[in-house]
């Protein structure tokens, strides 16, 4: 077993036709997670070899019928419940004793300032346990996760157990919310690299890690595929119908919304809003809309699949976001490759995407009298201007966000990932990660008692 784990880690890229790579992911296939399907399916056509492991979404509520198809490929962590991690954990705990104390160890140090307990952490280790027996199994070089909170831990606590290096895309702002309780910094300091889906998202992990790794930070962006946008004559619709895709949640600032919309009603304005998606604020902004006496301009439509999400944004004059934060929203690069601008929260990366003026119209994020006023202007845009908005918005997401040529950059760095450990024994980096203890909290403090990046 233990060759089989050292050829599987060390095997070099071009070794095989396919390079196999595993994927590793808290929930998938979701609604939300559209852009890890792209992602992954972008990869296999730059001939990739991805298996697909998540912690749960075997019973998920899906309206698309590529993530139906998606969730039949992958592998689920927590199918059979806890019961089910039992045999890959006395099995690592077994053959490996001396990883398994050690991984069990570092779970119990980066339980420190989290929001979950220690049980939850050595959890993690037996998830760990079961990543590494699959990813053995089916040869993966490589292990990347896409979120840097307890997916990146988990492929962490695997490399600790013997599992192939790893690598993890961060997008926000979860992880900005709380960095020293998710222990970002240790988790950039002992991967291959980390993907940031923005410059915005770069600046921020620059910020909680020490220069020194700064260039283990690539940004690879998400993109959008010809499917998606292909046929598509950019034509304005000058309708009256707004649209807002996301989940509804605290981030997303839906409340504000209806307040902008409220203030827009109270002026004559003639509009209709369509709110696409679902989620746990869903029952106070429906109150808010009848609150505003708004149920015959505002209707919330649940969650659509990518195919119905497309049809809605080209029967809509403009996409409107009113987030309180934000990584990058795949719907404004979905909109904008449609032809359609965009009214947006100046948020996060949100700018490095839309131009104000050229592409949409940005204001600060939580005004609702700024967002009603940037709404205004679409809605008193002409005809001529949303076009020139939309030709310029498409030119700009078709530059910025092919999928298939952000693919080819990820695949590029997870050769070179691979190559290194295919180049014998493990560096002296990767040595260093097995033996080295977190940092005690006190060494996070400084002389005046606050924390440190």
């Not at 779970?107 to 990543?131: D, F, G």
């Not at 690539?218 to 119908?241: A, L, T």
């Not at 997303?252 to 004559?268: D, P, Q, R």
Request: aromatic share 6%; glycine share 8%.
């Amino acid at each position: 077993m233990r060759a089989m784990a050292n050829q599987a880690e060390t095997q070099p890229a071009g070794a095989d036709a396919v390079m196999k790579i595993a994927y590793f992911i808290n929930q998938y296939p979701k609604v939300s997670h559209t852009f890890i399907r792209r992602e992954i399916q972008a990869l296999e056509r730059q001939g990739f070899s991805v298996l697909r492991i998540a912690l749960r979404g075997w019973d998920a509520e899906l309206a698309d019928v590529a993530d139906l198809a998606e969730r039949d490929q992958t592998h689920y962590v927590l199918r059979h419940g806890l019961r089910g991690l039992l045999g890959p954990l006395l099995g690592m705990t077994l053959r490996h004793p001396v990883r398994m104390s050690r991984a069990l160890v570092w779970a119990a140090r980066l339980a420190r300032l989290n929001e979950r307990s220690l049980p939850y952490h050595w959890i993690y280790v037996a998830e760990a346990c079961q990543l590494v027996q699959w990813a053995r199994a089916a040869g993966a070089v490589h292990v990347h996760a896409h979120f840097g909170t307890n997916s990146a831990e988990v492929v962490l606590l695997a490399r600790l157990l013997g599992g192939p290096r790893f690598s993890f895309t961060v997008h926000g702002p979860e992880e900005f919310d709380k960095p020293l309780g998710i222990h970002l910094r240790e988790k950039i300091e002992h991967s291959a690299f980390v993907v940031a889906i923005s410059s915005f998202c770069r600046s921020q992990l620059f910020r909680w890690v020490g220069s020194a790794h700064w260039g283990k930070v690539e940004v690879v962006r998400c993109g959008i595929e010809p499917n998606f946008h292909s046929g598509v004559e950019v034509r304005c619709n000058p309708n009256r119908q707004l649209v807002c895709v996301g989940r509804l949640s605290e981030q997303k600032g839906h409340l504000l919304l209806i307040e902008a919309v409220a203030l827009l009603a109270a002026e004559g304005e003639d509009f209709t809003l369509l709110l696409a998606g679902d989620g746990e604020l869903r029952r106070q902004i429906e109150a808010a809309i009848a609150a505003n006496g708004l149920g015959g301009r505002v209707v919330i439509t649940g969650w659509m699949g990518s195919m119905q999400v497309r049809e809605l944004l080209l029967g809509s004059r403009a996409l409107v976001l009113s987030s309180f934060a934000e990584g990058l929203p795949v719907v404004v690069m979905e909109a904008m490759a449609l032809g359609r601008p965009v009214v947006a929260t100046q948020v996060a990366a949100m700018a490095e995407l839309v131009e104000d003026g050229r592409s949409g119209w940005l204001c600060p994020a939580g005004d609702a009298a700024a967002l009603a006023a940037a709404m205004r202007r679409c809605l008193h845009a002409s005809e001529e201007q949303l076009t020139a908005m939309g030709t310029h918005a498409r030119a700009v997401v078709l530059s910025r966000h092919d999928a298939d040529r952000e693919a080819q950059q990820l695949g590029n760095l997870f050769q070179g990932a691979a190559n290194v450990a295919g180049a014998g024994a493990m560096n002296a980096t990767d040595r260093l990660s097995e033996r080295r203890a977190l940092p005690p909290l006190e060494s996070l403090a400084r002389s005046d008692g606050r924390m440190l990046p």
